[in-house]
């Protein structure tokens, strides 16, 4: 399903690192993110509810440049 909230994402197992774009254009690399969570991730039917769940304010992140 389409998410208002997330534009796309992807996963980078062997750096345990989820990278998130927002429909506002901000862009952010969460680190150490465990692969079931980004795969539990990835198969949810609400992406920004999982995101507000599991991701954020739990892992560490860097702001990607360019993001909004």
């Known amino acids: 399903m389409p998410s208002s909230v997330i534009r796309g994402f992807s996963y980078d197992p062997a750096r345990r690192r989820l990278s998130v774009t927002f429909v506002s254009g901000d862009a952010y690399d969460y680190r150490d993110v ?20 599991k991701i954020r304010d739990r ?5 990607r440049p360019g993001g909004g």
């Open 34 to 53: 465990p692969p079931e969570v980004a795969d539990d991730f990835r198969a949810a039917f609400s992406k920004g509810r999982f995101f507000s769940a």
């Open 59 to 63: 892992y560490s992140f860097d702001r």
